[in-house]
């Protein structure tokens, strides 16, 4: 079956501008991630969703970082104001029921804020 | 805090060697851990996942072991081949969904 996908690809933005990353989870996963990947930093987590619970934002790192999933499936991700710094790979993963299970990546989306 | 260390950074073998990459933990409350490829530029492919009862998992030329009480993990390939080349990662999950370590980069010369 399809797996987890992300859009775009690749984004670029003038620093100060807002963008919106999208994911699809694999249909019927529950749980839903966001990560980012920045060379400096490795890779590290931002929020969670699981079903119907409030959202774990423990891993957002400011206030300019925001993220929805619309009836328990599509996620986006939304930066505010674009820092350098936010420049990064920001994957998405998905898995079925909660933490305990295998998660699966999407691709990706590669953001460079000029 | 949990914190990964993966060791070593960077290994460079000749194909055929079977490799053994460590993966270590500091605290052992954890639910699972999984062990992940990346290929430059791509995103996470999954390729092992031991779940915290457990004590190891196979897949073809992977084996994975788990000794939770002492915090490690590691990753044994056999019979390693040029297109296992690529960047493996260890990734624990507990109070965070996965905390994940730097990585071994892996070069397999043919």
């Known amino acids: 079956g399809a797996g987890v996908s992300q859009s775009p690809s690749n984004k670029v933005t003038e620093k100060g501008k807002d963008v919106e990353l999208r994911c699809d989870p694999i249909?019927?996963?529950?749980?839903l991630y966001w990560y980012r990947q920045s060379l400096g930093q490795g890779l590290e987590f931002l929020i969670y969703?699981?079903?119907?619970?409030?959202?774990?934002k423990s891993g957002l790192p400011s206030d300019r970082f925001s993220a929805e999933r619309t009836g328990g499936s599509v996620s986006t991700l939304t930066i505010q104001r674009t820092q350098q710094e936010d420049s990064a790979v920001y994957l998405c993963?998905?898995?079925?029921?909660?933490?305990?299970?295998?998660?699966?990546f999407g691709p990706g989306t590669r953001l460079t804020v000029t | 805090k949990q914190e990964v260390t993966q060791i070593p950074a960077a290994l460079s073998v000749p194909e055929g060697e079977n490799l053994v990459l460590n993966c270590s933990f500091t605290?052992?409350?954890?639910?699972?851990l999984q062990w992940f490829r990346q290929d430059p530029g791509k995103g996470l492919t999954s390729l092992l996942l031991i779940q915290s009862s457990q004590r190891e998992q196979t897949s073809g030329r992977l084996n994975a072991s788990l000794d939770k009480s002492s915090g490690r993990s590691t990753l044994y390939i056999a019979a390693s081949q040029p297109g296992d080349s690529a960047t493996y990662l260890c990734?624990?999950?507990?109070?965070?969904?996965?905390?994940f370590g730097k990585g071994t980069r892996l070069s397999v010369i043919a």
């Open positions: 605290d052992s409350a954890i639910y699972n």
């Open positions: 969703f699981q079903g119907n619970s409030a959202p774990d």
């Open positions: 993963a998905s898995s079925n029921r909660d933490r305990d299970n295998e998660q699966y």
């Open positions: 249909s019927g996963h529950t749980a």
């Open positions: 990734a624990v999950s507990g109070n965070t969904p996965l905390v």
